[in-house]
């Protein structure tokens, strides 16, 4: 089955260390995204990525880097320059024209300890 | 940028009632507006959207409606279920360009048996 599959589901960092989350998706969609979700608030844009090999900060990049080296695939880090980085992270994905809109991944809960 | 507004962000109804949850958003450009239901510990799902060439979208118990002068769109569930409990988010984009999703702050919806 198609689908985006993010990876750890949980994951502690540590003060001052870099970590990656992993997304993967085989639905063949273009655009890919992700999202901070905090308790009680909405979803916000990190970065986004329409075509691989270039992407787009959103409203909240600063202390994270993303890379889009294959259409598959949309790594996020979280920097040691995010200062608050404890929260739960979608990716997500998308065809040109939002058909269907976006498909969500499960997540990944990033707890700093 | 867009801005979307959701209220209420906590909704308790009777099985079997009916329940409603509005948005309001602010960039008149916007044309794509999805309604996502995100279970505790999942990503968000795709349960309805509308575009903004049609006023009312119906799917079995759920119907979303856009108002684009007063630029606000509503979902409706009806004939409530327990299974319906859930966060619920509203979103705004446009199909062209970047088509970033802009989320709602979220609704809480609590179906009482």
């Known amino acids: 089955d198609g689908g985006i599959t993010q990876s750890p589901k949980y994951l502690f960092r540590k003060e001052g260390q870099n970590v990656t989350l992993s997304c993967e998706q085989n639905l063949n969609h273009d655009a890919m995204y992700w999202y901070r979700q905090d308790p009680g608030q909405g979803l916000r844009l990190i970065y986004y990525s329409q075509i691989v090999n270039d992407f787009q900060k959103g409203d909240i990049a600063e202390g994270y880097s993303v890379s889009r080296e294959k259409k598959e695939s949309f790594p996020l880090t979280v920097t040691s320059a995010q200062k608050n980085p404890t929260a739960f992270y979608l990716c997500?994905?998308?065809?040109?024209?939002?058909?269907?809109?976006?498909?969500f991944g499960s997540g990944t809960r990033l707890t700093v300890v | 940028g867009e801005n979307v507004e959701q209220h209420p962000s906590t909704l308790s109804v009777q099985e079997g009632d009916s329940a409603v949850i509005k948005c309001t958003y602010s960039?008149?450009?916007?044309?794509?507006f999805p309604w996502y239901k995100q279970e505790l510990g999942k990503g968000p799902q795709l349960i309805i959207d509308?575009?903004?060439?049609?006023g009312e979208k119906k799917d079995q118990r759920i119907a979303v409606t856009l108002n684009k002068t007063a630029k606000h769109f509503s979902l409706h569930i009806t004939e409530t279920q327990p299974e319906d409990s859930a966060v619920y988010f509203c979103?705004?984009?446009?199909?062209?360009?970047?088509?970033?999703?802009?989320f709602g702050q979220g609704t809480r919806l609590t179906i009482n048996p």
């Open positions: 509308i575009r903004s060439n049609v």
């Open positions: 979103a705004a984009s446009m199909i062209q360009g970047a088509q970033k999703l802009v």
């Open positions: 960039d008149s450009a916007s044309n794509y």
């Open positions: 997500a994905s998308s065809i040109q024209g939002l058909k269907n809109g976006y498909t």
